[in-house]
């Protein structure tokens, strides 16, 4: 069966450090990866997709960015933290049409201090 | 541009009292729209897809319903176990597969 891990689970971090957080996925090939985050009380927000490695879709301008060094891995980074960066993160992923939409990571609790 | 609203923000129920929470888009054809369910620090858990107007689906206390401009998400006599953040989220036919979600709905189910 597939799976989806995604860690950490919470991370404080320093205004101006770097950040690097990983998402894997088990049990299917070349699937879409993508990454949200979601501020406290708000909706989720698609802020990276990918469809392939090395293929990378940026939604918003931002501090971040997203690799995928092999098909089923994803990490988003950033070179130095804004306290603008905390939120809840969320690694999902798909393939083709999935009549179930995304499978959802446990999520990532970001807080820039 | 896809856009996707839920109200109310939050809302507050007795246990066993009924409501619908909303959910209203507009996309570039509908390729389907999702319900998710969100508990607190984790992520969304899949509730349902509907693909065209006058479907609908139920899961136990829960029943969506989807017209050409929202959604409904029935709740019958609801549990405090049904406390939770309900998303909606569209999908259209052409472009990315991306998943356009609202704002969420934050359920309160008092005992």
């Known amino acids: 069966s597939q799976t989806i891990h995604q860690w950490p689970a919470t991370l404080v971090q320093p205004v101006g450090s770097p950040l690097s957080l990983e998402c894997t996925v088990e049990?299917?090939?070349?699937?879409?990866l993508y990454w949200y985050r979601q501020a406290a009380g708000r909706g989720l927000q698609l802020l990276f997709y990918?469809?392939?490695?090395?293929?990378i879709s940026s939604e918003v301008p931002q501090n971040l960015s997203a690799s995928r060094p092999q098909d089923r891995q994803f990490i988003l980074s950033s070179k130095k933290l804004l306290l603008s960066d905390s939120g809840f993160y969320l690694c999902?992923?798909?393939?083709?049409?999935?009549?179930?939409?995304?499978?959802f990571g446990s999520g990532t609790r970001l807080t820039v201090v | 541009e896809d856009q996707v609203t839920q109200s109310p923000e939050a809302l507050r129920l007795q246990e066993g009292e009924s409501s619908s929470l909303n959910c209203s888009y507009t996309?570039?054809?509908?390729?389907?729209l999702f319900w998710y369910r969100q508990d607190p620090g984790k992520g969304p858990e899949f509730l349902f897809t509907l693909y065209s107007a006058g479907e609908e689906k139920e899961k136990e206390r829960l029943k969506a319903t989807l017209t050409k401009k929202e959604s409904f998400l029935h709740i019958t006599a609801p549990k405090p176990e049904d406390s939770a953040t309900y998303l909606c989220a569209v999908q259209a036919k052409q472009g990315a597969q991306k998943l356009v979600f609202g704002q969420g709905t934050r359920l309160t189910i008092n005992p």
């Open positions: 990918s469809v392939g490695i090395g293929q």
């Open positions: 049990g299917t090939s070349n699937p879409n």
């Open positions: 996309v570039s054809g509908l390729r389907g």
């Open positions: 999902a992923w798909s393939v083709g049409f999935s009549g179930v939409g995304y499978t």
